[in-house]
């Protein structure tokens, strides 16, 4: 049961009861916490298959292979794969041999090989009666000793020299067979070791104290046999001598259970036991590591060992798998049970190590892991000045010397200390500003900068009087101060040059340089022109980053996309290395990320933990990748041809298990983006037909380098197969057909339709054109009756004007004649009768208007022909159309006769008439 309690930064204990028995706990829970080397754990849900691991061996394929009872298990990094005997027995042995993998099982031995991407087994105990009935005998070790494969049961012996087997039985129950200074050892159960000489054994003397011991291993190293017992410990051989292990592990062993042991490069011995998990030896300190449920393994029963080619571990458990880097530059200190909490800054001591956590602070020291008693809550940096270790915390800054811990100042929230590059001062960002520690050796003695009361994150100083600040939220400040460290002027830079996004700014020191980090983007600043500019060494090389922490001057450390890349500076150039994202996935701190340096190793804080790390600055390795691309789970080659929407699924293989392990990306074609390549496998669906590239490259962070590509051509789809294409053709031929015959058909019915429409419309176009002519006619008629009529009607008019204003003057002179007798007054009366009665100005001006109106047509038409006549010439014509004689225009023109004879004869040059022709007549058609 995990005690957990959570202690606010500003919470008071009345009762100091109460954290002594929450420390005691915690002490006791965490007694067994310890810096391990990296453990990956595979379980049955990763590989699909039984609980026990009997044997553990890499193929020259570097694929790791494991005896899981009924299967054979295959993990090539990327992909596991199981495969069963054709006799479905249980596989207790694996051995590898070139290209072949040996197995052995119940009544059972043979050989796989790799064909097309999958195992094949090939049996050699078949068919050979190798086995008697009444035998069952399981084949519990395979190895190999002068060019012959040994196949072992625990009574015989099958020898297989490429062609026959040549079967051994022995007289005593036997554990396993042992290959010591090109001897053959055979450790039997009860009458201790044997040597083997052409197939006779002899007892080795001296050994008599091995027997009745079950003996699961026994290895050389430096002139000095290890004999490995499973409940007696360990042995030791020197000069003909056998003695007890003078070793304190080796009574732990005893009660543990020994079932496998191994020497390691590195002077390092692994023992895997029954009930305590594997213990790590190193035989240079005499100190070791156990590693086991308690810590990071899923059970503490260990049945076998194998080594890659990393020197790295492999442990076959009771139930599951384990993956040890024992060979790694990487260690990781990690606590499952809470307690701990988010590491925010850990450092080393002459006994162990100095954690600052958002619980409190913790020693590590003499293998025992305690909380320190008076500062939990919230601790968020550890510096090392001289021998002392200066501690920010919620509630101020202390000081740790000598095993003791005490207040320096009451200070809340110390986040940052940062050595001045002017003196031997030092610099604290806390929650209300900053704190000057003067003299390293005397901190005591400090002063508190005045006029920025800001929680600031980051400072540094490199210039006299000049200390640059970044406030934890937005902006970047320039404090200037005097000789007495007194605040003169205090400037927002950030602001002042206009940078609108200035949340977050981080300052970096490289070298003497300080840089400023700014919304992805590296500033320095310049003291002449008192402005920021671009850093174009920084920006070319680490744009983008999320974090970046200095470690010495030439290492520093950037966190981008998620990923750490430690960085090596080489005068102007940046080498760049990864460390891979599984030692650190989803714990890193963002924003609070710190590195301790230890002489050569780092120290990196993580959430539950931290990583113990060593930096190399070796070149890059060349690394052969392996492409195994599988479509509809068949292995394809290079360049060959899968079909359209069908998934083709890659597996990248490295080879690599540990920390060596690159970070690999891809690209499709010609595409411009770079995509991570994830627990090596990548998975393509939907491509277009067509040849495609995939490209595999290896990424530092920096460059991406290309190790790797695999062509491939996806087939048309089906429906723009040939035979597919030809089908269309012909149905759009017989489409084209059928439409060009119906088409035809169609236009011959149009045709006679055509003819028979055109027939009846020519008929009913006659008709038409009968009727309108007839209309015409008609209309004609009616138009010439019209213009008859007008013509009478005018004349009508005027003789109907001229006869009313005769017969009244005629009246009028009747009249006068019968009343006057007076010859000169009748003369005078006659004469007023004769202008009286004459048509006055204003009805010739009417009866002008009305024969206008009537002729109108006749007046427009003329006007058009004959664009030159006179008022009087029209009037002339109007007068000649009514048929008026000449002696009847006369008084209507009010000219004579001879007057109205030249006017026509004038008129008749205008119209352009010759002699013959009648003027009147002429007039009429008009």
């Given at each position: 049961m995990c005690l957990y309690l959570e202690i606010k930064p500003s919470h008071k204990l009345k009762s100091k009861t109460l954290p002594l028995l929450f420390f005691f706990f915690i002490s006791i829970q965490l007694y067994a916490q310890e810096l391990l080397p990296f453990v990956e754990n595979y379980s049955k849900s990763d590989y699909q298959g039984d609980n026990q691991i009997w044997n553990v061996a890499q193929g020259n394929d570097d694929a790791m292979y494991f005896a899981n009872n009924h299967y054979l298990l295959r993990y090539n990094g990327v992909k596991w794969e199981k495969y069963l005997l054709p006799n479905k027995t249980i596989i207790r042995s694996i051995m590898v041999d070139g290209d072949k993998i040996y197995s052995g099982s119940y009544k059972e031995f043979g050989y796989w090989n790799r064909k097309d991407g999958k195992m094949n087994y090939v049996s050699i105990s078949k068919g050979n009666k190798v086995f008697d009935e009444n035998e069952n005998e399981e084949i519990w070790k395979i190895f190999k000793f002068e060019d012959k494969i040994y196949f072992q049961s625990f009574n015989i012996l099958f020898i297989y020299d490429g062609k026959f087997i040549k079967k051994v039985k022995l007289p005593f129950l036997i554990s396993y067979c042992f290959i010591v200074d090109k001897q053959l050892l055979i450790a039997s159960v009860e009458n201790g070791v044997f040597r083997m000489k052409n197939s006779k054994v002899e007892k080795i003397k001296g050994w008599g104290v091995l027997e009745n011991n079950v003996i699961h291993s026994i290895e050389k190293y430096k002139n000095r046999t290890y004999i490995f017992t499973k409940k007696n410990g360990v042995y030791i051989e020197e000069k003909g001598i056998l003695s007890p292990w003078k070793n304190p592990l080796n009574e732990t062993l005893k009660t543990a259970n020994v079932n496998v042991a191994k020497f390691i490069n590195n002077n390092k011995l692994v023992i895997g036991t029954a009930s305590q998990g594997i213990y790590v030896l190193d035989l240079k300190t005499d100190s070791y590591k156990n590693i086991n449920r308690n810590n990071v393994l899923m059970n503490n029963s260990i049945l076998s060992i194998g080594l890659d080619k990393e020197n790295d571990l492999w442990l076959g458990l009771d139930n599951?798998?384990?993956?040890?880097?024992?060979?790694?530059?990487?260690?990781?200190?990690?606590?499952?049970?809470?307690?701990?909490?988010?590491?925010?800054?850990?450092?080393?001591?002459?006994?162990?190590?100095?954690?600052?956590?958002?619980?409190?602070?913790?020693?590590?020291?003499?293998?025992?892991?305690?909380?320190?008693?008076?500062?939990?809550?919230?601790?968020?940096?550890?510096?090392?000045?001289?021998?002392?270790?200066?501690?920010?915390?919620?509630?101020?800054?202390?000081?740790y010397e000598n095993g003791t811990f005490s207040k320096l100042n009451d200070k809340n929230g110390g986040w940052n200390l940062t050595k001045s590059n002017i003196d031997n001062s030092y610099l604290q960002a806390t929650y209300s500003g900053i704190t000057i520690y003067n003299d390293g050796n005397d901190l005591t003695k400090k002063v508190d900068i005045v006029g920025l009361l800001k929680p600031i994150k980051y400072i540094a100083q490199n210039k006299k009087n000049e200390i640059w600040a970044a406030d934890n939220y937005r902006g970047l400040y320039r404090i200037q101060l005097n000789e007495n460290d007194e605040t003169v002027a205090v400037e927002n830079v950030s602001q002042r040059n206009k940078i609108a996004n200035d949340f977050g700014v981080k300052i970096f020191e490289f070298r003497t340089e300080i840089l400023f980090l700014i919304h992805n983007s590296w500033y320095t600043y310049n003291s002449i022109t008192n402005q920021l500019e671009m850093n174009e060494l920084f920006n070319s090389n680490f744009r983008n980053i999320s974090d970046i922490v200095a470690i010495d001057n030439n290492h520093f450390m950037v966190l981008k996309e998620g990923l750490l890349y430690p960085i090596y500076a080489d005068g102007n150039k940046f080498v760049w290395s990864s460390i891979q994202e599984k030692y650190y996935k989803g714990k890193i701190i963002n924003d609070n990320l710190k590195i301790f340096k230890n002489k050569?190793?780092?120290?990196?804080?993580?959430?539950?933990?931290?990583?113990?790390?060593?930096?190399?600055?070796?070149?890059?390795?060349?690394?052969?990748?392996?492409?195994?691309?599988?479509?509809?789970?068949?292995?394809?080659?290079?360049?060959?041809?899968?079909?359209?929407?069908?998934?083709?699924?890659?597996?990248?293989?490295?080879?690599?298990?540990?920390?060596?392990?690159?970070?690999?990306?891809?690209?499709?074609?010609?595409?411009?983006?770079?995509?991570?390549?994830?627990?090596?496998?990548?998975?393509?669906?939907?491509?277009?037909?067509?040849?495609?590239?995939?490209?595999?490259?290896?990424?530092?962070?920096?460059?991406?380098?290309?190790?790797?590509?695999?062509?491939f051509t996806v087939s048309k789809p089906w429906y723009f197969s040939f035979w597919m294409v030809l089908l269309y053709f012909c149905l759009v031929g017989a489409i084209l057909y059928v439409y060009y015959k119906w088409n035809k058909m169609r236009y011959a019915q149009k045709l006679e339709l055509r003819e028979e429409e055109l027939k009846h419309q020519k008929k009913i176009l006659e008709i038409e054109l009968k009727a309108e002519n007839e209309l015409n006619s008609q209309e004609y008629e009616k138009h010439i009756l019209e213009l008859e009529l007008q013509s009478k009607s005018s004349e009508v008019a005027g003789k109907s004007l001229s006869i009313a204003k005769q017969s009244e003057m005629i009246e009028k002179i009747q009249g006068i004649l019968e009343s006057e007798t007076d010859f000169n007054k009748l003369k005078s009366e006659i004469k007023k009768a004769i202008k009286i009665n004459a048509v006055n100005k204003h009805e010739w001006e009417t009866f002008e208007s009305n024969l206008n109106q009537i002729h109108n047509e006749f007046i427009i038409n003329l006007n058009k022909k004959f664009p030159n006549l006179t008022s009087k010439d029209i009037k002339l014509c109007i007068y000649l159309k009514m048929n008026l004689t000449s002696k009847e225009i006369a008084p209507m023109m009010n000219i004579s006769f001879r007057g109205v004879e030249l006017h026509r004869y004038r008129l008749r040059k205008k119209l352009n008439l010759v002699q013959d022709d009648n003027l009147s007549k002429f007039l009429l058609l008009i």
């Open positions: 599951g798998i384990a993956h040890i880097e024992v060979n790694s530059a990487i260690s990781i200190f990690s606590d499952n049970s809470g307690v701990l909490g988010s590491v925010y800054s850990v450092a080393t001591t002459d006994k162990g190590y100095l954690m600052a956590s958002n619980h409190g602070v913790f020693k590590y020291e003499n293998r025992q892991f305690t909380s320190v008693p008076s500062m939990h809550g919230q601790a968020w940096n550890i510096s090392k000045i001289n021998n002392k270790y200066l501690i920010g915390h919620n509630e101020g800054t202390f000081i050569d190793r780092y120290l990196l804080n993580l959430d539950d933990g931290f990583i113990s790390l060593q930096l190399a600055n070796n070149a890059k390795k060349d690394q052969k990748i392996r492409i195994e691309a599988f479509n509809n789970e068949n292995l394809i080659d290079d360049q060959s041809k899968i079909k359209y929407n069908s998934e083709l699924s890659i597996n990248v293989i490295s080879g690599i298990y540990g920390a060596e392990k690159p970070s690999l990306f891809y690209k499709i074609d010609e595409s411009s983006d770079f995509i991570r390549i994830k627990e090596g496998m990548i998975v393509l669906n939907n491509l277009d037909n067509g040849n495609h590239i995939l490209n595999i490259y290896n990424h530092d962070g920096l460059e991406f380098t290309k190790v790797s590509s695999f062509g």
